[in-house]
C-alpha cells in the first residue's frame, strides 16, 4: 500500500502495461501516409490570383504563400468594391484566413464572359 498512486502498476496480475496482454499497436503515424493537398497552389506562387470571401469581398494579388490550411499571403493586393460605384482600394501585403476563402482562381488566362444562362430579352 506505501506505493499507491506513486506510478506503481494498479489492479491487476502480472506486470504486463498493456490491456489484455497484447503488445501496442503499430502507430498510425508511421503506416499513414502524407495526404496530398486537394488544390496545388505551387504554381500559383509569385502569380497574380482573385480571392473571393464569404460576405462578398474581393481582392487580387500576388501569391506569396500559403500553408495546408488554404491561408494566403499576397503582395500588392487591391480590394475591388462594386457599390455603390466600382472601385479599387489598394492594401499591400496581407494575410487572408483560408476559412473565409470561397474562391481562388488565376487572374492571367482568364477573361468574363457572358452569363448563358440568362434569358435573352
Do not use: C, W
Amino acid at each position: 500500500m506505501a506505493d499507491r498512486g506513486r506510478g506503481a502498476s494498479r489492479g491487476g496480475r502480472g506486470t504486463s502495461a498493456v490491456r489484455g496482454g497484447r503488445p501496442p499497436p503499430p502507430s498510425a503515424e508511421v503506416n499513414k501516409s502524407k495526404r496530398e493537398a486537394i488544390l496545388d497552389l505551387s504554381k500559383y506562387v509569385n502569380e497574380r490570383i482573385r480571392v473571393k470571401f464569404t460576405g462578398g469581398r474581393e481582392v487580387t494579388g500576388i501569391l506569396k504563400g500559403y500553408d495546408q490550411l488554404l491561408n494566403l499571403v499576397l503582395d500588392e493586393v487591391e480590394e475591388e468594391f462594386q457599390e455603390p460605384e466600382p472601385h479599387k482600394r489598394t492594401l499591400g501585403l496581407v494575410v487572408l484566413r483560408g476559412p473565409t476563402i470561397t474562391l481562388l482562381s488565376p487572374v492571367d488566362g482568364s477573361e468574363e464572359i457572358a452569363n448563358p444562362f440568362i434569358s435573352q430579352e
